[in-house]
């Protein structure tokens, strides 16, 4: 399964040892990484991890 079929852009992930929840932002070509960002406090991270680093983050259920 290639990095885009797994995590398409958009997807919610997190670093397998923990961290916290980014959006990839973009696919690299075939060499295994994807590009995320998420926020720290108001300020706009990024990076790029490979794929076999990042789990999906499941969304968690609204309260009614």
Same mark, same amino acid.
């Given at each position: 399964?290639?990095? @885009?079929?797994?995590?398409?852009?958009?997807?919610?992930?997190r670093l397998k040892s923990g961290g916290p929840d980014m959006t990839v932002k973009s696919k690299t070509d075939s060499s295994g990484y994807l590009y995320t960002q998420w926020f720290a @406090?108001?300020?706009?991270?990024? @990076?790029?991890?490979q794929v076999d680093s990042l789990e999906e983050v499941k969304p968690k259920p609204e309260a009614e």
């Open positions: 399964m290639s990095s @885009g079929e797994k995590f398409p852009i958009g997807k919610l992930v @406090g108001k300020k706009l991270e990024q @990076g790029h991890f």
